[in-house]
């Protein structure tokens, strides 16, 4: 049996994914996590969206903020790739969103490549921080983690199917 020491959480040890939702402060059930999994594949098999669940474990946020888990997991597991407008428009490049949930901090954040690259029209940091304020906060504070995390996510694919829809109009 290996024990475990502290320089086993840096975020370079960080694991690799291992599905589209991944828990790693083990906050849902075994089938809770397939049915979010799905939801995530499918929903990212439709639009191209590359739309990744993570929980983390507060080994990580005791050492790191959320900011830095974040660049760190997003670089060392290819997410948030740019993806020019044209190319988003047409479904011919994958874009990234990262919801980020750690329950021991008592946080969640939506992190989104369109934060960085100019894509805001397709999901605004706005309409992603009202997203958690209006569909996940007071469950997550419930500690019904499961519903709050399935409500958030239905609601950001909604925006981001009518901000999609929109862009294809024009």
């Known amino acids: 049996m290996k024990i475990s ?4 959480h840096t975020l370079e040890s960080f ?3 291992i599905r589209w939702a991944n828990d790693m402060e083990h906050i849902y059930t075994g089938h809770q996590l397939k049915t979010l999994d799905s939801l995530l594949e499918n929903f990212q098999n439709r639009s ?9 474990d507060s080994i990580y946020l005791s ?3 959320f900011k830095g ?8 597991w290819h997410l948030l790739k740019q993806a020019d407008y044209e190319d988003l428009t047409n479904r011919n490049q994958y874009f990234g969103i990262v919801i980020l949930i750690s329950k021991w901090d008592k946080r969640i954040k939506v992190f989104s490549s369109s934060s960085y690259y100019g894509i805001g029209e ?6 992603a921080n009202n997203i958690v304020a209006d569909e996940m906060f007071q469950l997550f504070e419930e500690q019904n ?8 996510l239905s609601a ?10 929109v862009k294809e109009k024009k």
Do not use: F, H, R
């Open 5 to 8: 020491t502290d320089n086993d």
């Open 156 to 165: 950001l694919m909604d925006k981001i199917n009518q901000n999609l829809a």
């Open 63 to 65: 050492k790191y903020d």
């Open 15 to 17: 694991p690799k994914p």
């Open 69 to 76: 888990v974040l660049n760190q997991v997003a670089g060392k």
């Open 122 to 127: 397709i999901l605004s940091e706005t309409d």
């Open 48 to 56: 191209k969206i590359q739309l990744k669940l993570i929980t983390i």
């Open 145 to 152: 983690y499961y519903q709050a995390t399935l409500n958030g």
